[in-house]
């Protein structure tokens, strides 16, 4: 099987990215820094104000504009798997609460960004739900047989001791073939993360920003970069 190498070409406007097999150019993926957006950012956010009649609250997260957050994303995920109807948002937030929130849609026009209350962590081959307890498979990993079986498996790596969550996963397409090890590998450095979070949380004021994904440059050595990958080269001493 042929090797690949990995080209990144850095400029503070735009990273570049090429995978490239046998001197062809398989992949190629592009970030601009301006249009990187607010999607995935975990803030600590306050509470500006609550509306009954449309079942949402304005969050200052730190921006110029007020966040948008509406009741069903509060508890998306439990709300999706239950018949019993959610508590209205007056119940559940109040004006000057700190919360814990996440922008799931960048701020258009005179819009601010869409939050949600259940955080996501993506690693190489899992996400991390640590409000959640399921574990999900990628639509596009093969039969039911193997997708049960990724299932069985990682109810077994994700146990933890008496007392404390275990949170929910989902399984991206790269762990198809990935081994326990590197399952539990990924396990551990999102939990680590998730509670890097909350100890930021804890101690930072709100409009703090808590977590960002990682850049395109990191992303490939987390997403990209494979036991095919022969050499990763960079024209940027600094991203180096």
Do not use: C
């Amino acid at each position: 099987m042929a090797g690949q190498d990995i080209l990144i070409n850095w400029a503070p406007q735009e990273t570049r990215v090429a995978i490239v097999e046998n001197g062809v150019v398989q992949e190629l993926h592009i970030e601009r820094s301006l249009e990187r957006g607010m999607v995935g950012n975990v803030y600590l956010g306050r509470v500006v104000r609550v509306l009954p009649g449309m079942q949402s609250a304005f969050v200052d997260i730190g921006l110029e504009r007020a966040a948008f957050l509406h009741v069903a994303d509060l508890q998306p995920h439990a709300a999706s798997r239950s018949d019993t109807p959610l508590p209205p948002i007056e119940r559940q937030v109040f004006e000057g609460q700190a919360i814990t929130v996440q922008v799931i849609k960048d701020a258009i026009g005179t819009k601010g960004a869409r939050l949600s209350a259940q955080i996501s962590v993506a690693g190489r081959m899992l996400v991390f739900l640590p409000q959640d307890d399921h574990i999900g498979i990628s639509q596009k990993i093969g039969s039911h047989e193997l997708r049960e079986q990724l299932r069985a498996r990682m109810q077994l790596l994700a146990v933890v001791e008496p007392g404390e969550k275990s949170g929910g996963f989902i399984l991206r397409t790269n762990a198809e073939e990935a081994t326990d090890a590197e399952l539990a590998d990924d396990i551990a450095y999102l939990r680590k993360t998730w509670r890097s979070i909350r100890e930021r949380g804890q101690s930072q004021p709100p409009g703090t920003l808590l977590h960002q994904d990682l850049s395109l440059a990191e992303r490939v050595l987390r997403d990209l970069s494979t036991e095919l990958t022969q050499t990763i080269r960079i024209d940027s001493r600094l991203q180096y």
